[in-house]
């Protein structure tokens, strides 16, 4: 891959000449005079350089998000072609949204290591729309997601495993000794704790809500799972949360789930790509997860609840 290309991501991420020296095992004038060659060529200044920082200015954004792009394609090209002499071996990049990545994606990896010692993952964590735009972007080879990303954007979409949700509450709330289907109206006034906008849970926590003809009064929004887990069990509200989310806290009794008309409500994940050709590596790692015992064993444990 062109150099000047290498030694413009380094500095644009570093924000700083000698770091990149550093990171590149160059020196910081070879640094230089690459950046200065690399602006030449595109014909336009790339990076405001101060004493104390440097940084991209207008044009430097651009030329940095094609470049990020660029090495994408070009890692992704060259393992396409190792792969026709080797097995599945080499740099997987993985995106899951928190639900999957945090709570699910572990056991997959920890067979994909064990069968693939040669695969190396690395895992990126953020909600469906963050996920979404990296595999745009080419700097994911694939994206586990929840959710709906924007219709117009090219991605290959793939459903590949199901969902349940339930309304979890505090051991000690009132509801939870009632033996009967209870009302969402039940709930108006409790505090809901739901995750961000754009993230997969806060999609299906509204698309629930919407279906039953219900919108919470008062709601605290959360960036992350297990923060809205915490005050679950410290009785600040209540949440619609995954299955796989709230397994340990069920099993501790920490936290109870509420029978509510309803629920549990079903979503999927899917499998998100943005090319039509596959690694060895990828193509390994998307059939552990379609064949993945424990998210089978889910499936039929989701049939069976709903049956």
Known sequence: MDQQLQVFIA???RKNFSRA??????????????????EETIGVRLLERTNKYVRLNQAGEIVYHHAKEIVGLYSKMQNLVDDLANKASGPLAIGASYTFGEYVLPHILSKLAEDYPSVEPKVTIGNT??????????QLDIGLIEG???????????????????IVVPPNHPLVSQDRRISLDELANDLWLLREEGSGTREAAEK????????????????STQPIKECVEAGLGISLLSQWAIQKEL???????????????KRHFSIVTNSPFQTKALQVFIDLLKNSEELTDLTQKNTANNS
């Open 21 to 38: 020296a550093e990171e590149l095992h160059m020196t910081q004038p070879a640094v230089s005079q690459y950046i200065r060659s690399f």
């Open 11 to 13: 500095v644009a991420e």
């Open 148 to 166: 709906h990303f924007k219709e117009a954007v090219p991605l290959q979409n793939e459903i590949f495993a199901e969902d349940a949700m339930y």
């Open 208 to 223: 629930f809500f919407n279906q039953s003809g219900f919108w919470p009064s008062r709601i605290m929004q959360f960036s």
């Open 129 to 138: 729309a963050e996920i979404a735009e990296l595999v745009i972007s080419h």
């Open 251 to 265: 099993q501790h009794h920490e936290l109870q789930t509420l029978s509510v008309k309803g629920t549990p409500f």
